[in-house]
Structures are given as C-alpha cells and as structure tokens.
C-alpha cells in the first residue's frame, strides 16, 4: 500500500474509534457533571430551637424550591432522639459545633445559626457544586450516595419533594427515582407501594403539607403535583389517618406508661435512707407517749403527708430545671445521656453497698454527720403540728439520698410540659410515701412493732442496697439505649 492510501486508512480507523470512543466521553461527561451540580447538604435542626425557626423554612422550603438542583438531608435531633449521634459524629470529623441550626457542605464549608446557614447555603448554590458529606469524613456524589444505609431518621428534601425514613431497608434505586424524577407516575408503575393520605411535616415554628404521600419499604415519600390516582391498579386508595408530628410526639410522651414511673419511684420508696428517717420518726413519737396510739397515726399521717407535698413541690422544681436546660440547644443533646449515667452511677453505689456495706454510703444513704442531728430532732416531737413541719423539714436531709431516682423521672417527664407533669408527679409521690402510710398503719392496729420494723431493716440492708442497685443499672442502660 502506497504512502496516500496508508494515511487514508489511518484517517478512516481513527474515525470509526472515535465515534466509538466519542458515546462514552459523553456519557462519563453527563454523569460527572450530573455529580458535580448536585448540591447537597446536611442540615442539623430541632424543632423547637428559636433560631431553626427563622432557618428552617428557607433550608428546607425556600431554596429546595428555587433550586431543583438544591438536595437537603435534614437531621431533627429534639424528637428524632437517635439523630443526635450525627451531631457528635460531624463535630467530631467536621469540626462543626454543638450550636443550632447547623449546616454542612463539607469539612471547611459549613456554618451554625441563622446568618451563617443561609450564608454558606447561598454560597454552594453559586458555586453549584457539591458532594454529600458523611458522618465519617467522607463525601459522595448524590447519585452514588445509598439512602438506605443512613443512619437515624432522616429525611431529604428536594425540590417539591420529600423521603422521609421511617424503618429499616428499601430500595435506593427506587428511591432516587422518585427524588429525581420528572414523572414520578411512571416511577410508581413498576414498583409495590401504600398510597396514604399526606401527613403535615413538622419544621421548627410551622409545617409544610403535600399534596400526595406513599408508603414504600422503610420510607414515606410525600411531593406536590400530579397525584397517583392514574397508575393505582390494585384498588382504592387506603385512607390511613396519620396523626401530625407533634401528636406522634405527645402520645411517644404518654407511653412513658405508669410502669416505668412506677419502677422510678419504687426504687425511692424503698431506698434504706428513706425507711431509717421514717423509723427514727416512729421511734420518737412512741418514745414520747407509747399509750396513745391514735396520736402516733395522726402524727404518723401528718409526718408523710408534709413528705409527700414537700417532694410534690420538689418535682415541679425539677422538671422546670430540666425544661430550662433542655431549651440550650448545646446541651439539650446529651441530657439523656446525662440522666442515663447518673442512674448507672447510682446502681453502682448501691451495689458497692451490697457487696461491703458501710453506714452513710456516699449517695445511697444519710450521712453519719447527719444522723445524730435528726434523731434529736425526731424525739423532740410533741404535736400533730410538730410532725408535719418535721415532715418538711426533714426532706431537706433526704434528699442527697433519694433524689437520684426523681431527677432521672423529672428529666423524662420534663418534655410534656410543667401542668402534663403534674399527674404523673402526684402518682410518683404516692407511690414513694404509700410504704410509709402502710407503716404508719401497721404500728397503730399493733401488726408490727417499731423495733421490728428496725430490726427487719437491719437485716436486709444489703438486699435493699442490691434491689435499688438493679432497679438503677436498668434504668440506666435503657435510658441509653432509648427504651425510655
């Protein structure tokens, strides 16, 4: 072959490779660049912080809308207790904060508080460029990102569009076609889905409704537009009433249930502090008069009464205390985690007094110093009046040995709101005093003598020391692990 013809042959192999070649350049350019203007973001809220109020609706609303290019992954850590971890996860790799609302663009891009999340969101969305950064460090374009492996509750906005998780499992695939698709109709023709009326979506200070909702393995996906009247084959659509989040949030509250306050004040009522006031009490009163029994059951009466209304006043305290505590979105977090330890703690005190019991054992019972003083004081009693006031008076010495217990019952109940308390306070209450009026009762129709109820205490000490120890331990691991 001649020189010409040689030149002309490579031409025509160089062509044909090239528009073999040419397919593929495109298709890796679509798909980087579909990867590169996908902006995503993680955003860290809560409903009820102040600040996400004024940030929430242009995060999650205003810019998704504007934007269609603009994809949200909303953390809400004050309901959904399980998304806090990200919180702690992203300040740990991102070096983002503990402040609210908090959003993250990447490990030198994100911002808290209401400037700065708009700020740096308006940024990224000029820039138009953006991976999805993950709790480890990492980051991933959003096509590649799977959904499904996200940890906690999430849920992700896009356009008119919302994936909310609900359990565990789906279908990624899937579930990015109908985040990213224009006909989500056609989307739903191939797949197994629950058709359910729109449920309100809460955002701090207001909530957002759609107009149509499904349900689908793991996941709810609520958008505005077309309905899915056309594609529904399998009959009409089920109504399900869906009640609103903050119902949702209310009714997870009232599930609290009466067992758990019981097993809280159980813990108090037979703490070994309690039952040896209440004894140094008895012994006074019938050291005083041991003939008149019906003034030892009206001063008895009185003596728990003034204890039971005095800790009825001290519950309200703490369940402010903790309302005021959980209103600092930096600290609101952990305070599960805070209440969970302390009741460890106090298990492990406990259990120490099990195993090498020692009078006046730090946290678990009155202090020795103490006890000389309040024995004097018990036997200086001489009225019903008298008993009261030292029924009062002498909660002031209980309560470095029986608080543990109702503090971790006020920082659970605190989120019901002071007045949703009371109820549950007045049951904790008389659920703690009700051994003490039984004894009471037990002295005055002559069942049990006040020197057998010590001598009993006395040689079960370490077996109450040990009940309070396990009642504790597992209140602790299940305020962890989020039982309660």
């Known amino acids: ?14 062509a044909l490779l090239g528009l073999c070649i040419i397919p593929f350049l495109i298709f890796a350019e679509d798909n980087h660049q579909g990867n590169k203007d996908t902006i995503c973001a993680v955003y860290i809220t809560g409903i009820g912080c102040p600040a996400c109020s004024r940030a929430d609706p242009v995060i999650l609303r205003k810019l998704p809308k504007e934007n269609p290019d603009f994809i ?43 400037r700065a999340v708009r700020k740096h969101a308006n940024e990224a969305i000029i820039n138009g460029s953006n991976y999805c950064p993950l709790p480890d460090g990492s980051s991933v374009a959003f096509n590649e990102l799977d959904l499904t492996v996200l940890y906690g509750k999430p849920k992700i906005w896009k356009g008119e569009r919302i994936l909310i998780k609900t359990g565990e499992g789906g ?55 077309e309905g899915i009247k056309a594609v529904i084959t399998k009959g009409a659509i089920e ?32 703490n070994p502090c309690a039952l ?19 003034k030892i059951l009206v001063a008895g009466l009185a003596f728990v009464t003034a204890v039971y209304i005095c800790y009825f006043i001290y519950g309200l305290i703490i369940v402010k205390f903790w309302q005021i ?51 004097k004081i018990m036997l200086g009693i001489t009225s019903t009046k008298g008993a009261f006031l030292m029924g009062a008076f002498v909660t002031i010495f209980l309560m470095p040995c029986t608080m543990g217990p109702y503090l971790i019952a006020g920082g659970i109940l605190s ?11 007045l049951v904790y209450n008389l659920i703690f005093v009700l051994p003490l009026y039984g ?3 037990a002295v005055y129709f002559g069942f049990r003598k006040v020197q057998n109820i010590l001598g009993w205490k006395a040689r079960n000490i370490r077996r109450l020391h040990l009940i309070v120890a396990i009642i504790m331990l597992f209140i602790g691991m299940a305020i962890l692990l989020g039982w309660i």
Not at 81 to 95: D, E, H
């Open 72 to 114: 949200v992954i909303e953390y809400e850590i004050y309901r959904q207790r399980k998304n806090g971890l990200m919180l702690v996860k992203y300040n740990i790799n991102y070096n983002s904060g503990f402040h609210l609302p908090l959003i993250i663009f990447g490990k030198e891009d994100h911002g808290s508080g209401v």
């Open 1 to 14: 072959m001649k020189g010409p013809s040689k030149v002309k042959a490579l031409l025509i192999i160089f």
């Open 439 to 441: 004894i009471v009762l």
């Open 171 to 225: 279908n990624n695939a899937v579930l990015k076609d109908l985040l990213m698709s224009e006909n989500v109709s056609g989307v739903l023709e191939n797949i197994d889905f629950e058709a359910i009326e729109s449920q309100p979506v809460l955002l701090s200070g207001s909530k957002v409704i759609f107009d149509n909702a499904i349900k689908i393995q793991g996941w709810t996906f609520q958008w505005n537009g």
């Open 325 to 375: 505590v959980q209103g600092l979105a930096t600290i609101r977090l952990i305070i599960y985690t805070i209440l969970g330890v302390i009741a460890i703690g106090l298990g492990i005190f406990h259990l120490k007094d099990f195993f090498w019991y020692k009078p006046g054992g730090f946290a678990t019972e009155m202090p020795m110093g103490w006890r000389g003083k309040v024995k």
């Open 276 to 294: 040896a006031v209440f004894i140094l009490f008895l012994i006074g009163i019938i050291s005083y008069d041991p003939t008149k029994g019906k």
């Open 415 to 425: 989120p019901l709101g002071l007045i949703k308390t009371i109820p549950w306070l």
């Open 239 to 270: 109504k399900q009433e869906i009640e609103p989040q903050q119902q949702e949030f209310e009714q997870e509250q009232k599930g609290l249930g009466f067992y758990k306050v019981f097993i809280l004040a159980l813990a108090d009522t037979i």
